[in-house]
């Protein structure tokens, strides 16, 4: 028995490590083949893990594997060059969370992409950044003195949001092309969605929205009702600057203002698409939408949806033009991916990506107005409505 037991260690430790090798193989074959099920690019994932590997046997620097993986992560997003798209660390999930709360620190300038330049969407009224002279349309050439060049839309965001009390100085170039420095300290930025007024010797409710946050809808309906207590007989609506928001909260405000049917439909990557409706029997007053080159994704479709069903008209000059659609997707409690999903389109059926919102009459607001010839323009058509009743 003893011979016997000693033969069968011995067994044993021969295939021990024919065991590893063959556990490390199928590992590694399970990991490859998932990876090239998932990427459908076999060189790819060779490719992929060979880096990895050759880092973890020969990198003579410090890193984490937090730092690699979240590395791999943000190339992923960015190698699909979409300015809308990308991962969500955890500041940038956090600030993503701020922003839809609706209270972020930082100068209250949105911006965007387009041809790889970052481009002011539009500042937030009485920001620190309006107040600097930021405009929609501004070029953001530089910030703390380093180029924007060749970073991404999180990097330079997160330059600029700070603490209240703290400065960022920026040079942006204005659409004319003249270049300007500004040294803006940051402040707690708190934006309040919905504001509305009648305007002075009128029936006409004025309502603006700055952004479609989680409270948008709720307060446009306080904000229509309360203006209707106080004889409201026509809606002028400014979504000028507003760069949009929350799908879910423009529908809302939608079906105060858009007659029953389609507000907006949405088609993912499958061919499968949803169509959010309005539930208005119909439209109780007539209605002007003021639009500007700041106006934005959710702004857009509630100001095509007005064209499109003739439920008001539209005043200013042509909007931004985003027409997509993104969805957040929780990798971790604390991180995400931000991922363009859908397209979306009027209830005519026409996509306004990269295109934007023509309004029914165009007029250029001039540059440093002392009168808002837009407004004006509106509320003189409302009045010429209102008489016709």
Known sequence: MLNLFKKKISINIWLLPILVIGIVALTLISVFWGMHKLTHNAGGTLQFLYTLGKIRSSYVGEYTDKKLFEGAMHGLVEGLDDPYSEYLDEKGFSRL????????????????????EFV?????????????????????LKVNDVDTKGRTLEDVVSTIRGKKGTSVKLLLEHKNG???????????IKVKSVTGRMLPDSKIGYIRIAMFNENTGEEFKKAYEKLEQEGMQATLLDLRHNPGGLLTECVKVSNYIVPKGPVVSIT???GNTKVYESKLEKVKYPLAVLIDHGSASASEIVSAAVQDTKAGKLF?????????????????TKTGLKLTTAMYYTPSG???????????????????????VQLNKAEEYLRDELKKR
């Open 97 to 116: 969370n701020e922003m839809t709360d609706g209270t972020f620190g930082g100068i209250g300038v949105v911006l965007g992409q387009r041809n790889k």
């Open 120 to 140: 002011v969407v539009s500042p937030m009224e009485g920001s620190p950044g309006a107040k600097a002279g930021i405009e929609a349309g501004d070029k953001i």
């Open 178 to 188: 003249q270049q300007f420095t500004a040294d803006i300290v940051r402040d707690d």
């Open 268 to 270: 993912d990557k499958k």
């Open 316 to 332: 200013g000059v042509k909007t931004y033009g985003k027409g997509c659609v993104q969805s957040v997707f929780h990798i971790t």
């Open 350 to 372: 026409r996509s306004i990506h990269k295109v934007g919102v023509t309004p029914d009459v165009e007029i250029e607001l001039p540059e440093k107005a002392t009168v808002d």
